[in-house]
């Protein structure tokens, strides 16, 4: 899984030094740990997720995105979520795909072009 913006506030106004955003993306990686054990900072704005074996113990993929993405916008941030069956096609999907989608197995090319 990756997350693309989880740094966009839509109620208010943040402004954070590129220093201390990282340390916030540090604790919000560190929180991330709920859904599985290996959570990487993906640049200066996002997560990755190797959540490979831990989808079922929350009911699934969609479960997992709406249970993460419910949480984060309780806390008033936004974000994008995709999942693949490789990084690089979770990554591109967060940032160049359409918002929240998941890739079946093999499609992360169909699932880029729409």
Do not use: Q
């Not at 054990?37 to 995105?65: K, M, N, Q, T």
């Not at 984060?72 to 918002?99: H, I, P, V």
Request: net charge negative; proline share 4%.
């Amino acid at each position: 899984m990756s997350l693309k913006g989880v740094g966009e506030a839509p109620n208010y106004h943040v402004s954070l030094t590129l220093h201390s955003f990282l340390a916030f993306l540090a604790v919000l990686a560190r929180w991330a740990e709920r859904y599985c054990p290996i959570v990487g900072i993906e640049g200066d704005d996002g997560l990755v997720l190797d959540i490979s074996g831990a989808v079922h113990i929350f009911g699934g993929e969609d479960a997992v995105l709406d249970d993460f993405g419910g949480r984060l916008a309780r806390g008033g941030l936004r974000a994008r979520f995709a999942m693949a069956d490789t990084r690089g096609g979770a990554f591109a999907l967060a940032r160049y795909g359409e918002r929240d989608k998941i890739a079946p197995p093999g499609k992360t090319l169909e699932a880029l072009a729409g």
